[in-house]
């Protein structure tokens, strides 16, 4: 990944979560293409909930730069039972990120990602995979999407309490959502 200027650290905080097609997409050697354009399959890639600032094309561009031959499927989708909400954090960019908290009678508009393993390896690097985030099953029956269906999906998630644990990884959030309060 390229080495950033202060200039342009500061201007990736303030343009959070950057601007994201409001359609399907393939993301391919750093540009956007119709879905349909690119030959790719859900059975060999991971399916992964994209919600805030990994839907958008530049942020792809800078975790995948100068990786060629490179194809994400991004598909637009409805997840039941979630809103997406402010973490309760400033990212190491400077933005406050995104998060999943349950709600029982939500839809929320998100994409899906499709990764093969080495493009979801690298993007674990990039979230920072049990340090600030954590990664979960989500059931595959919550999402309703554009024509593509998956057997298993799964999603990151804003990991306050900086556990690698994935028995229950919303077990923080639903005590903050109890009454607004924090009980570490």
Known sequence: MKRLSDLEWAQLA?????????DSFAF????????HAVPWTPDD???VIAYGSNRAPSVLRRKYDGCKGMIVPTVRADLKGFDVVYAAFVSTLGPVPATLLPQAQAVVGVAVQFFLPEQLEQMHESEGL???????PVDPGALAMDGVRVRQCFFTIVCMERSKTTEDPFRWRRRLAADGVSRR
């Open 14 to 22: 303030l343009d959070y979560p950057y601007e994201r097609p409001a």
């Open 28 to 35: 391919c050697d750093g540009e956007v293409l119709p879905l």
């Open 45 to 47: 890639r991971v399916a």
């Open 130 to 136: 049990g340090v600030s985030y954590g990664f979960a």
